[in-house]
Nanobody, 121 residues
Framework: QVQLVESGGGLVQAGGSLRLSCAASGRTFSRYTMGWFRQAPGKEREFVAQISMRFGNTLYADSVKGRFTISRDNAKNTVYLQMNSLKPEDTAVYYC??????????????WGQGTQVTVSS
């Protein structure tokens, strides 16, 4: 049974940092693309960042470029999202996703349960 389990969310002041983790289990993800989406209340789920577990290539949304960094640990089947210089508009539930294709999308195969990130002003 495939599981993606996020952790690391919480409450932080604007300008602060958080690191999210996504631990995958149930299969080998070494050839998958894994990434992060977020969804704020009343808004659609939006792409944040992704990484190729095989090659390490990364892609970021313009809104987080330069502030967020996605990384991976293949030995642990885990993806991380280091979030710096957080802004109130980063407040959302953050979801981890995995896809055998070269991109993660809202229709990707596997999803975590989400972790809440709240940035106070």
């Amino acid at each position: 049974q495939v599981q993606l389990v996020e952790s690391g969310g919480g409450l932080v002041q604007a300008g602060g940092s958080l690191r999210l983790s996504c631990a995958a289990s149930g299969r080998t993800f070494s050839r998958y693309t894994m990434g992060w989406f977020r969804q704020a209340p009343g808004k659609e789920r939006e792409f944040v960042a992704q990484i190729s577990m095989r090659f390490g290539n990364t892609l970021y949304a313009d809104s987080v470029k330069g502030r967020f960094t996605i990384s991976r640990d293949n030995a642990k089947n885990t993806v991380y999202l280091q979030m710096n210089s957080l802004k109130p508009e980063d407040t959302a539930v953050y979801y981890c996703a995995a896809d055998p294709d070269v991109v993660v999308t809202p229709k990707s195969d596997y999803w975590g349960q989400g972790t809440q990130v709240t940035v106070s002003s």
